[in-house]
């Protein structure tokens, strides 16, 4: 179903960056397996599916029949993430459902690419489609198709992105009928349950050989583009036996900007930070989340009430959440621990009008920076964060699609957190605006307080956006600019032929007292240009 959604679909967000997850359910909204695409959907999937089906007359379902779905506030993440459902019918019974959850790059809103920075209200963030069937016993449902399409940018694109997302469920019901004919209806139903409740056998005995407690952590959101005001994100997890559960009611209320966590989020990001403490070979399904109960309070940021603005909830707060769930429980099981990684998506979109076609385009284009260190190994360099498990797209293509020249990508030396494992570094990026206007807006963070160390490990490098006009020789940042609030979070900048944009991402954290590394990895690190002779000097003491 990926492979497919993958290489049928239309934006750079699928095909290049696989901002997508494809699983299949069974009729009671449980998921049965997933491919291991991007963590936040598949920690999502079981609470959207399940949210979904409550409002599905299941005895009303027809055979060819597909729901899309995309609300935040029906159990889903963010709204550019549309979800389709098809059931899938064997002699005319039910056996369960395909499903496909995916990114659109553009679904309308106050700015191009849906990531407003300064959005106050769900309003702002895009079409909001509760759950709706866009095919019914197989045929398109044209005023659906209609209403999408006119409340786009980019109604080409997602034409062909949503027609990607029904061939991939189309193709999940056609595997899964093979399968319940090749092997029976008793079988299929009881070797799916047999699974779900193998990988809750799993999970339930790696949660036993953690130390019974109170693992607790916090971390600060910077803003949230329209106040300076920071955020506070705690959590109390409780081990009991071969139990969790996740306690976020000390965080902060909601923030009046777009950086608040829907319960799915919240959900999706505890069972992400569990899953990389635990054993990977576990399969990924409603079975191992059984054991893990997240308690998040309605109103807070980690459960954002209606009409609260969310979108970078799932981009922004989701990494933080999940690298809290494992900086907490590094206390339990410090050697399965790492560092903060970058915890950013660094979100920078941009839209406008070709003027040779005269057709719009609009671009959601990943960039997250370097993973902590770990016990054991320095962190990856320049890689997706935690929630997303996505590639960024290729110099050749993002020039290809846009009117966009990257005169620079490299990484950033010394920015990787010193420690007796270094963290990964991040990068830097420069664009150069060539031959029309756009229009860019951007929600991200660590600009102001950088990504942790663990067990004496030093922070890693902050991340920064900044601006060159054409001709101009000074880089000034948005706050400074462009007037906004916010020098991270903002939306509707106007950047012409001739301008730069350079975007800084941040490092990861660094693991262990950085007196205890080898001399030998810090000189090869500054053989490679990792760390400078001076930084090393710094950090290192001149070991």
Same mark, same amino acid.
């Given at each position: 179903?990926?492979?497919l959604?993958?290489?049928t ?5 699928f095909?290049?960056?696989?901002? *997508?997850?494809?699983?299949?359910a ?9 491919a ?13 599916i399940?949210?979904?089906m ?8 027809k ?8 609300d ?11 979800t389709?459902?098809k059931?899938?019918?064997? /002699? ?21 690419g ?12 895009g079409?909001?489609v ?12 044209d005023?659906?198709?209609k ?11 997602n034409?062909?992105?949503?027609r990607?997302?029904?061939?991939a ?5 056609k ?14 139903q009881? &070797?799916?349950? !047999?699974?779900?409740?193998?990988s ?5 005995a790696?949660?036993?050989a ?8 916090d971390d ?6 329209? &106040? +300076? ?11 009991r036996?071969?139990?969790v ?15 608040? +966590? ?6 999706g ?6 899953l990389?403490? &635990? !054993?990977?070979?576990v399969?990924?399904n409603?079975?191992? *989340?059984r054991?893990?109960?997240?308690? +998040?309070?309605?109103g807070s940021?980690?459960?954002? !009430? ?7 909830g799932?981009?922004e ?11 907490a429980?590094? =206390?339990?099981?410090p050697?399965?621990?790492?560092a903060?990684?970058?915890?950013t998506s ?15 385009? =609009?671009?959601? /284009?990943?960039m ?13 360099? +320049? ?8 590639r960024?797209?290729?110099t050749?293509?993002f020039? &290809? ?6 005169e620079?990508?490299?990484?950033v030396?010394d ?14 990026r ?9 229009t =860019?807006?951007?929600?991200?963070d ?9 067990f ?5 490098g ?15 940042s948005?706050v ?10 903002y ?12 975007l ?8 262990? /007292?950085q ?9 090869? !690190? ?18």
């Open positions: 179903m990926g492979i959604l993958m290489k679909s239309y934006s750079t967000i095909n290049e960056g696989l901002d *997508f997850t494809c699983a299949l069974n009729t009671r909204g449980e998921m049965i397996a997933c291991e695409f991007c963590p936040t959907m598949i920690g999502g999937m079981p609470l959207l399940q949210s979904c409550q409002e599905i007359d299941m005895k009303g379902l055979e060819g029949d597909v729901i899309l779905h995309n935040p506030y029906r159990g889903g993440l963010h709204m550019p993430e549309h389709f459902f059931p899938i019918f064997v /002699d005319g019974e039910i056996m369960g459902f395909a499903v496909c959850i995916g990114h659109i790059a553009e679904i309308g809103g106050s700015v191009p849906a990531f407003s920075g300064e959005s106050t209200e769900i309003f702002h963030e079409l909001r509760p759950p709706v069937m866009i095919r019914r016993e197989g045929k398109d449902v005023d659906v198709w209403l999408l399409l006119a409340n786009t940018r980019t109604p080409r694109t034409f062909g992105d949503l990607a997302m029904i061939a469920v189309d193709l999940g019901e595997r899964l009928m093979e399968t319940v004919e090749k092997y029976g209806k008793v079988v299929f009881q &070797t799916s349950d !047999d699974l779900m409740n193998y809750e056998r799993r999970m339930r790696e949660i036993q953690f130390p019974d407690g109170v693992y607790s952590f600060i959101i910077e803003n949230d583009g329209i &106040t +300076a005001e920071q955020r506070r994100i705690s959590v109390d997890i409780h081990v036996g071969d139990e559960v996740a306690d976020y009611s000390r965080s902060s209320p909601q923030a009046r900007g777009p950086i608040n +966590a829907t319960l799915g989020v919240t959900m990001a505890t069972y992400n930070g569990l990389h403490m &635990t !054993d990977s070979t399969p990924k409603s079975g191992c *989340f054991p893990i109960r997240v308690l +998040a309070r309605p940021i980690t459960n954002v !009430d209606y009409p609260g603005p969310l979108v970078a799932n981009t707060t989701h990494p933080r959440l999940a690298n809290m769930v494992i900086a429980m590094s =206390a339990a099981a050697q399965r621990a790492m903060s990684e970058s915890a660094n979100n920078f979109v941009f839209g406008g009008t070709d003027d040779a076609t005269s057709e719009y385009f =609009a671009c959601y /284009d990943l997250c920076g370097g993973w902590g260190g770990r016990h054991g190994a320095d962190g990856n360099d +320049a890689v997706t964060a935690i929630n997303g498990n996505c960024f797209s290729p050749e293509v020039e &290809t699609r846009y009117p966009i020249t990257v620079c990508f490299e990484l030396p920015s990787g957190g010193a420690g007796q494992w270094r963290g990964g570094l991040g990068f830097r420069v664009l150069h605006i060539d031959t029309m206007s756009i =860019a807006s951007q929600c991200t660590r600009q102001q307080l950088p990504p942790y160390g663990l004496g490990g030093q922070p890693g902050m991340s920064k956006t900044l601006f060159q006009t054409d001709g101009g020789e000074a880089w000034a948005a400074q600019r462009f007037g906004k609030a916010s020098s991270s979070k939306s509707n900048i106007t950047l012409n032929p001739g301008d730069r944009v350079e800084v991402v941040p490092g990861g954290g660094g693991y262990g /007292d007196a205890l590394r080898d001399p030998q990895a810090i000189a090869e !690190d500054v053989a490679e240009g990792f760390v400078t002779a001076a930084g090393a000097a710094a950090a290192y003491h001149g070991k």
